[in-house]
Nanobody
């Protein structure tokens, strides 16, 4: 059974950094496009970043470019999201998601598997 488990969320001040991690199990995820989405209260789920093969190409939501970095460790079946220069509007529950495809999608409905999420709170 496929499982995605996020970790690394917490409380951070404006301008600070956090590193989220997603541990994947139950399949060989090297052939999956791995994603991060986030959802703030009252908002729709929003695309954050994705990493896809071949070549581990990376993709980012507009407001994340230059601040967030997604990476993958194929040997450990983990995906990380390094978040820098955090803003109050980055406060949300962050979800790891996997798509059984070589290609990423910014649409949450295109994902095949989801983690339960980890809360990130950016305080001013």
């Amino acid at each position: 059974q496929v499982q995605l488990v996020e970790s690394g969320g917490g409380l951070v001040q404006v301008g600070g950094s956090l590193r989220l991690s997603c541990a994947a199990s139950g399949s060989t995820f090297s052939n999956y496009a791995m994603h991060w989405f986030r959802q703030a209260p009252g908002n729709e789920r929003e695309f954050v970043a994705a990493i896809a093969w071949p070549g581990d190409s990376t993709y980012y939501g507009i407001s994340m470019k230059g601040r967030f970095t997604i990476s993958r460790d194929g040997a450990k079946n983990t995906v990380a999201l390094q978040m820098n220069s955090l803003k109050p509007e980055d406060t949300a529950v962050y979800f790891c998601a996997a798509r059984r495809s070589a290609y990423y999608s910014p649409q949450s409905g295109a994902m095949d598997y989801w983690g339960k999420g980890t809360l990130v709170t950016v305080s001013s």
